[in-house]
DNA sequence: ATGTAATATTTTGTATTCATAGTGCAGAAT
DNA sequence: ATTCTGCACTATGAATACAAAATATTACAT
């Protein structure tokens, strides 16, 4: 097994990311570079690669001279990120094999109706979440599709912590998977892609009703 | 007039895209990042900076210890990156208000009809296409999607010198964008959107059969 | 007390330096 | 002859140093 050797400004960019779902970071707030670099303990170079890609995601903004930011977070925005992952999941879905689709139903099936009880934490259903979708698209031969796809997250992963420990959402998410993978299990692939659709646009709106602001 | 400041970063980028589109690089070739910062006369620090920006949006590729290169172009990328603008873009235009894009047809049309004719550069003509779809997206109210598109298009940059100069299919594209413009004015959207994705299969067909490889 | 100008401090943006991984070649061992 | 090893060289990855811009502070005038 090959060590895994990885440049630094990847793993710091993660490292950031789990922070950032972690709910370290306040939305909207400046980041000072040397402060971060040594409670990473890293030096800024590295740091900054990393800052750039994050803001070339949408996750950070930054305004000459005044450095990088957590981009502020706002319902237009929320709503446009999942309007934009919405499409990409369909459209991944739609150019995946169908037989593939069909032999994978079961199995997503399966682990809809086990999706994590209300007492878990909130982390441990968003990664649930995350990796059901991602066993979803698998098939999908685009694989440009399948990264832009990761990227695009990243940037709303700005919003999952500000979700409320809220019981009923979470069972509708539940059944919505479950409708998906039905549809996938009959081999009706238009019927997937458009439980899928209404997935993101409901979890849209599922949040969207819990984001006080 | 305020005068522009902007990092350098991403003066740097636009150069280079610039570069890119000249065919002043062929794909696949590695980048020796210390020749190109004293060709452009700058430092290497925001050189790199410019070249992970360009790396996140697919344009170049970094291996560890190995630096960047131009990602080699494939046929499979590029039908990728087709079937993923068509999907935004067509996003776009069914986000975008109906009354807008009624007004906006006639001139869309008019602008199609006024396509480049065959003597024009090869980079004139992909200029004016860049902007007859800017300007039908131009009512889209989402703006990360728009960003996005731009994003994913840099990365289909690499392809647009490639194209040889070839009469036929510019007249076809012209004819295209006359019937999306046509389906605006009569606010026939759906027939729009329809004709917009297959402007980009047929576009992506014409493309990859002058793509030797 | 308040507003403004000058100055000090902090922080970012860019350049330079250093360390280490990658590459190619020469020569020895098989 | 071929392959492996060691060494020199080159290029990248990361750290540090410097310059410039933004922010905070203080002194002064009103």
Known sequence: MPIERRPLREQIRDELLRKLDRGDFAAGTDINEVALASELGVSRTPLREALITLAGEGVLESNQGRGFRFAPVSRKEFRELCEIVGALESLALQLSDAGYLRRLGPKLLRLARDFPDQVA?????????????????????????????????????????????????????????????EALVEGDLPAATAALRDNWVNGMERMMSRLTE
Chains 1, 2 share one sequence.
């Not at 259903?125 to 031969?141: F, K, N």
């Not at 990243?154 to 998906?180: K, N, S, T, V």
Request: proline residues 3%; charged residues 35%.
């Open 121 to 181: 934490e909130q982390q441990e259903i968003e990664r649930h979440d995350d990796e059901w979708h991602d066993l979803l698209l698998s098939g999908c031969p685009n694989e440009r599709l399948l990264d832009l796809i990761t990227s695009v997250k990243a940037g709303m992963r700005r919003y999952a912590h500000l979700q409320a420990g809220d019981d009923a959402p979470l069972e509708r998410e539940a059944a919505e998977h479950c409708r998906i993978a």
